[in-house]
């Protein structure tokens, strides 16, 4: 028989197995079944190169899908430990119902910006208020108080103050169309001063009534007859009664005031006394200055 069909065969393998004989033949040791020729048949290379290919492909796939498995375990790992340092693994669970609401949660903007409960501050008093009605207007009233002092400074012009009067017969103070005037508003009392500068005299008359209404209709029913009648004395000599004289007439608040001013010489004023006109105009300015500083005056002490 020939070799290869009988007789041991030889494993490379095995230690001390008989050598495989050689191919009479060819004179070629036969080809081995792992990567030779079987049975005298050519092995599929094709087929072979497949094969090698999927076990390839498999071992990629099975490398991604691990790499993504450790992925999400480490993740896994990562929420379970966010959960745990909540201190409460069972939060996680909780329905969305019991959190707060929107409009429970606080905002950064409510937690740094102090809030303050709205103030609004009284209105200031006004000193008109005081001197418009005998109830508010209490403070104490006198010539020598509406017009204090000796004498008065008016710009770069000095007045010396003359002869004072305060009466509650109003009538008397006054001359043709104003006593009438001044009775049917229920004048309660006429205060009189008199100034004089360099050969001119004016004499400041003040009717106080018991509201504004009264003191307003005074003046709106005064006409060019309606004046205050001058006061001399204390070296100021008679003048108005018989001349020619300046007359104004105005009021504020429960306060008509009247001025009358001439020449002490008796002279008749002219539209170019000036002089005169100025001394009235200085004197009746005054006046309602006086009158507005004694409602300032309440006023501030109301509002301590």
């Known amino acids: 028989m020939s070799f290869g069909q009988g007789g041991p065969q030889w494993d490379p393998w095995k230690p001390n197995s008989p050598q495989q004989p050689w191919d009479d033949q060819s004179g070629r040791a036969p080809q081995q079944p792992w990567g030779g020729q079987v049975g005298g048949q050519a092995p599929d ?7 090698s290919e999927t076990r390839n492909r498999r071992r990629r796939l099975l490398l991604i899908v691990g790499a993504a498995v450790a992925t999400v375990g480490v993740g896994t790992a ?19 119902s019991g959190l707060p609401a929107t409009a429970d949660i606080p905002s950064d903007t409510a937690s740094t910006v102090p809030s303050f409960a709205p103030t609004s501050a009284p209105p200031p008093l006004d000193p008109k208020d005081f001197i418009s009605s005998a109830k ?27 002869p004072t009067a305060d009466t509650t017969n109003c009538a008397s103070a ?12 229920r004048c309660t009392r006429f205060l009189r001063v008199t100034y004089s500068k360099d050969g001119i005299a004016v004499t400041v008359g003040v009717a106080v009534f018991d509201t504004e209404a ?50 002490t010489d008796g002279k008749n004023v002219t539209t170019k006394s000036t002089a005169v006109f100025t001394t009235g105009d200085d004197l009746g300015e005054f006046a309602f200055r006086q009158i507005r500083r004694r409602g300032e005056a309440q006023a501030s002490a109301a509002s301590q």
């Open 136 to 162: 508010k207007d209490t403070a104490p009233l006198n010539p020598d108080i509406l017009f204090p002092g000796t004498q008065l400074t008016m710009g770069e012009r000095l007045y010396k103050k003359g």
């Open 45 to 51: 290379w094709a087929a072979l190169a497949e094969a």
């Open 78 to 96: 990562v929420a379970m430990a966010v959960v745990n340092a909540d201190g409460d693994s069972q939060a996680s669970n909780r329905p969305t």
């Open 174 to 185: 006054a001359k043709n169309t104003l006593p009438k005037i001044l009775t049917d508003n």
């Open 214 to 263: 009264q003191a307003t209709k005074v003046k709106a029913t005064a006409d060019k007859k309606s004046i205050v009648e001058s006061l001399s004395g204390g070296g100021v000599p008679t003048f108005c009664r018989a001349a020619i004289c300046r007359s104004t007439t105005n009021s504020y608040g429960r306060y008509a005031y009247f001025t009358i001013a001439g020449f």
